[in-house]
T-cell receptor
Framework: DAGVIQSPRHEVTEMGQEVTLRCKPI?????LFWYRQTMMRGLELLIYFNNNVPIDDSGMPEDRFSAKMPNASFSTLKIQPSEPRDSAVYFC?????????????FGAGTRLSVL | AQKITQTQPGMFVQEKEAVTLDCTYD???????LFWYKQPSSGEMIFLIY??????QNATEGRYSLNFQKARKSANLVISASQLGDSAMYFCAMREAQGGSEKLVFGKGMKLTVNP
């Protein structure tokens, strides 16, 4: 069974450009999470969805960040305009409430560099 | 206050030895879950083990076990018979049940190096 799939794996862009990160959760999972990992702040939750509906977006840094989940098998995280301080590894994770432990399984991450 | 504390920045262990990675947590929620993840140099986050606050026994998954001491609010990961492939960053995380949130809060992590 395929795990969480993220694309691209690496993204290099210039300040001011729009960046779109993509995620395909594990089939059948009803929760989807976006995390950001930096050396300074560690791993922090940005937003999560349940059944395609955003539940908690309190971790989204500012209006430049937006996330959507148009269907159960696809989500995007968009940064517009991007800034150098957005450079980080962005992880997508998914989980299922049907599992007692509701374990979050992570994708391989997207390493974003904003020059 | 930090929710998850991992005070060991790095540890070194000889291959085939056991190693304990420390994690303490802070919560007033009686229902919570504790998780350990491994992040090798390749970058992916790999789930290792889970302990629920009401679980009567310490969790075990192969060479991984969790030394859960509820009164001390600690959830230390024990890796038995270390292997070179265990060299990685290890993260402890907690999910509090209050409000039905599925949010995971992670510690800063610690780096384990297994020497041959």
């Amino acid at each position: 069974d395929a795990g969480v799939i993220q694309s691209p794996r690496h993204e290099v862009t210039e300040m001011g450009q729009e960046v779109t990160l993509r995620c395909k959760p594990i089939s059948g999972h009803d929760y989807l999470f976006w995390y950001r990992q930096t050396m300074m702040r560690g791993l922090e939750l940005l937003i999560y969805f349940n059944n395609n509906v955003p539940i908690d977006d309190s971790g989204m840094p500012e209006d430049r960040f937006s996330a959507k989940m148009p269907n159960a098998s696809f989500s995007t995280l968009k940064i517009q305009p991007s800034e150098p301080r957005d450079s980080a590894v962005y992880f997508c994770a998914s989980s299922s409430h049907r599992e007692a432990k509701n374990i979050q399984y992570f994708g391989a991450g997207t390493r974003l560099s904003v020059l | 206050a930090q929710k998850i504390t991992q005070t060991q920045p790095g540890m070194f262990v000889q291959e085939k030895e056991a190693v304990t990675l420390d994690c303490t947590y802070d919560t007033s929620d009686p229902s919570y879950g504790l998780f350990w993840y491994k992040q090798p140099s390749s970058g992916e986050m790999i789930f290792l083990i889970y302990q629920g606050s009401y679980d009567q026994q310490n969790a075990t998954e192969g060479r991984y076990s969790l030394n859960f001491q509820k009164a001390r609010k600690s959830a230390n990961l024990v890796i038995s018979a270390s292997q070179l492939g265990d060299s990685a960053m290890y993260f402890c995380a907690m999910r509090e049940a209050q409000g039905g949130s599925e949010k995971l809060v992670f510690g800063k992590g610690m780096k384990l190096t297994v020497n041959p």
